[in-house]
Every structure is written in structure tokens, then in C-alpha cells.
């Protein structure tokens, strides 16, 4: 199976294809530089076949596909700096980037007749209520840019193609890029105390596990619309950053023991640009319903993330 990958400078992306190695498959990477410009970890991925793409050019996208030929499109490439979208200046450019370029890759994967991964976010509903939102519901109503965005691209992927998994995950964190993990672990070095939302509800999910997942579903003709996260419970952002701190003293780093971390509202924090959703808890039985694993518990993620990264 010969499987291009979007977006591999970036956390998922640079797992997805690790994973693809691992199993023996053809992973070809892809991203906007020239040559592979992630994290150089030693890993598979830095020494992968690697293609320059510009999802938002519908040539290059075109050029690219056509001549890797790929058997599954795995797309992981997206605009994800959600504040930075609300900017006037950068709505043209996100739209691009999650709309168009989703667009792009889909048209070309139905000329191929190949299979195609989108990954989403809860982003796409509006974060009310307490209820787990399903995967297959269609009740979207995004708060902001990004979450318009990322809808647009679910569209563009469910009413161009029939063989697609459309995943939508949440709290991502993983090795290859910025995430919640690492700015807390950052922050508590320099602050005795921190200040974190706790009425917006959740699950994280590690792009190492995910990366299993995905490459599960490849495997299958099992399509259609996923929620996966992490097991483990649903959480807030406070309860989060609490177990980050307990797990990296427990692990040796003393230094976070000064940290005192306080739960405040949405309201009380309020520095966010873009609206965040309260509810982001996802449904993940199907699937357990489609004979796929679920994910490992998120504390557990964080065991051993903390144990892969250097802070």
C-alpha cells in the first residue's frame, strides 16, 4: 500500500508516517518547504520519500498526486493557530489552506478512485451542552474561523468522495511541533503560579496512538465520519495541567512543585480571540462498533510523551 501524507512537518503527520514505516508500507511525505523540515529525531520520517506540495495551488496538488499515484491520501496539513485566524489579514489565507487545499486533494483522489483521510475537530458544533457529540451528527455550527474552516474541508471531502474517513479529534498533542504539553511545562519554569480554564470539557489525544488508529482504518473500507481522542475520561484543561505537573515531579522534574495552578472561568481568563467550545466531548463508539481499537487513556499518553520529549 502506498499511502501519501500531508502535512509532515507537523505532530500527526510526522507520526503517521513512523507508523506507515513500521508496518511496512510506502509512506511518502509531504509539506509546503522543499525538503522535510520537521523535528530531525532520527526517526523514519526524516529519511522518508519527501514531496514539496502547496495544498492551496490546484496545479501543484494535481502535478504531485498524479505522479506518486497514491493508494490512500492521508491528510494532515492544516491551518491549526486558531486565534490567529480570527485576524483579518489571515482569513483569506486559513480558508485556503483548510477549504480549498482540502478541496484540491479530494478532487484529485476522486480521479484516482484513491481513499482519503481528513482530520477534523470538534470545532465544527458549537460546544454546547454536556452531551458527547456524534460522529455522524450534522448539527454544525462553528464559533470561529478556524472551525468554519475545517467544516468547509469535512464538505468538501463527504461530497466529493465516497471512499473517505473523515476523523475528528481534540487537545492534540505529540513530539513534533507546539502543543498545550509543552507551553505548560515551558511556563511553569518561569511562573510560581498559573491560571487555567476549567469549564471548557474535553479529551486529548496523543498523535502517537492516533497515528495507530488511522493506519487501522486504512487498512479497512470501514468509511464514513470517526471521533477519536484518548480514553481515559473527559476532563477540563485544569484537570489537564494538574496531571501534566503530578506526572513530571513524579518523573524527577522537582522544579514544577512550586507551581500552584488555579481554575478559572472562560469568562475570567478571557484573552482568547476566537470563541472556544465548552463541550468538546467527543463519542467514540463507533469505533469499538466498526472493530477498531480505542485509544490508550490519556494519562497514560502523557507517561509516555513526557518520557519521549526533552523539557
Same mark, same amino acid.
Given at each position: 500500500?502506498? +499511502?501519501?501524507?500531508?502535512?509532515?512537518?507537523?505532530?500527526?503527520?510526522?507520526?503517521?508516517?513512523?507508523?506507515?514505516?513500521?508496518?511496512?508500507?510506502?509512506?511518502?511525505?509531504?509539506?509546503?518547504?522543499?525538503?522535510?523540515?520537521?523535528?530531525?529525531?532520527?526517526?523514519?520520517?526524516?529519511?522518508?520519500? *519527501?514531496?514539496?506540495?502547496?495544498?492551496?495551488? %490546484?496545479?501543484?496538488?494535481?502535478?504531485?498526486?498524479?505522479?506518486?499515484?497514491?493508494?490512500?491520501?492521508?491528510?494532515?496539513?492544516? $491551518?491549526?493557530?486558531?486565534?490567529?485566524?480570527?485576524?483579518?489579514?489571515?482569513?483569506?489565507?486559513? =480558508?485556503?489552506?483548510?477549504?480549498?487545499?482540502? =478541496?484540491?486533494?479530494?478532487?484529485?483522489? %476522486?480521479?484516482?478512485?484513491?481513499?482519503?483521510?481528513?482530520?477534523? &475537530?470538534?470545532? +465544527?458544533?458549537?460546544?454546547?451542552? &454536556?452531551?458527547?457529540?456524534?460522529?455522524?451528527? %450534522? @448539527?454544525? %455550527?462553528?464559533?470561529?474561523?478556524?472551525?468554519?474552516?475545517?467544516?468547509?474541508?469535512?464538505?468538501?471531502?463527504?461530497?466529493?468522495?465516497?471512499?473517505?474517513?473523515?476523523?475528528?479529534?481534540?487537545?492534540?498533542?505529540?513530539?513534533?511541533?507546539?502543543?498545550?504539553?509543552?507551553?505548560?511545562?515551558?511556563?511553569?519554569?518561569?511562573?510560581?503560579?498559573?491560571? !487555567?480554564?476549567?469549564?471548557?470539557?474535553?479529551?486529548?489525544?496523543?498523535?502517537? @496512538?492516533?497515528?495507530?488508529?488511522? !493506519?487501522?482504518?486504512?487498512?479497512?473500507?470501514?468509511?464514513?465520519? /470517526?471521533?477519536?481522542? #484518548?480514553?481515559?475520561?473527559?476532563?477540563? $484543561?485544569?484537570?489537564?495541567?494538574?496531571?501534566?505537573? =503530578?506526572?513530571?515531579?513524579?518523573?524527577?522534574?522537582?522544579? /514544577?512543585?512550586?507551581?500552584?495552578?488555579?481554575?478559572?472561568?472562560?469568562?475570567? *481568563?478571557?484573552?482568547?480571540?476566537?470563541?472556544?467550545?465548552?463541550?468538546?466531548?467527543?463519542?467514540?463508539?463507533?469505533?469499538?462498533? #466498526?472493530?477498531?481499537?480505542?485509544?490508550?487513556?490519556?494519562?497514560?499518553?502523557?507517561?509516555?510523551?513526557?518520557?519521549?520529549?526533552?523539557?
Amino acid at each position: 500500500m502506498k +499511502v501519501l501524507v500531508t502535512g509532515v512537518a507537523g505532530q500527526l503527520g510526522h507520526d503517521v508516517m513512523n507508523e506507515l514505516a513500521k508496518r511496512g508500507y510506502e509512506g511518502i511525505g509531504s509539506d509546503i518547504k522543499d525538503t522535510y523540515s520537521g523535528i530531525p529525531d532520527g526517526t523514519a520520517v526524516v529519511t522518508m520519500p *519527501y514531496v514539496p506540495m502547496d495544498i492551496t495551488d %490546484k496545479a501543484s496538488v494535481e502535478k504531485v498526486l498524479k505522479e506518486v499515484n497514491p493508494d490512500v491520501v492521508v491528510h494532515c496539513a492544516a $491551518w491549526t493557530a486558531v486565534d490567529l485566524a480570527e485576524d483579518e489579514d489571515k482569513k483569506e489565507t486559513v =480558508r485556503k489552506v483548510n477549504a480549498d487545499g482540502t =478541496r484540491n486533494i479530494a478532487l484529485v483522489c %476522486k480521479d484516482l478512485g484513491c481513499k482519503m483521510v481528513y482530520i477534523s &475537530t470538534d470545532y +465544527v458544533f458549537d460546544g454546547q451542552g &454536556t452531551q458527547p457529540w456524534e460522529p455522524d451528527c %450534522k @448539527d454544525y %455550527k462553528p464559533l470561529n474561523v478556524y472551525g468554519e474552516t475545517k467544516l468547509a474541508g469535512e464538505l468538501a471531502v463527504s461530497e466529493n468522495l465516497e471512499k473517505y474517513f473523515i476523523v475528528r479529534i481534540a487537545w492534540v498533542f505529540g513530539k513534533n511541533g507546539k502543543n498545550f504539553i509543552k507551553t505548560m511545562l515551558n511556563l511553569g519554569k518561569t511562573h510560581d503560579q498559573l491560571r !487555567v480554564v476549567s469549564d471548557q470539557i474535553g479529551t486529548p489525544t496523543y498523535t502517537l @496512538d492516533l497515528a495507530v488508529l488511522l !493506519v487501522d482504518m486504512i487498512e479497512t473500507e470501514k468509511y464514513g465520519y /470517526y471521533h477519536a481522542t #484518548n480514553e481515559g475520561g473527559y476532563i477540563s $484543561w485544569y484537570d489537564f495541567t494538574k496531571e501534566i505537573f =503530578r506526572q513530571a515531579i513524579e518523573a524527577g522534574h522537582k522544579e /514544577y512543585e512550586k507551581v500552584t495552578v488555579t481554575p478559572v472561568t472562560t469568562e475570567e *481568563y478571557g484573552v482568547s480571540k476566537a470563541k472556544r467550545p465548552f463541550n468538546s466531548r467527543l463519542d467514540k463508539s463507533k469505533l469499538t462498533a #466498526n472493530g477498531f481499537n480505542l485509544l490508550p487513556t490519556w494519562q497514560d499518553a502523557v507517561k509516555r510523551y513526557l518520557a519521549e520529549i526533552e523539557f
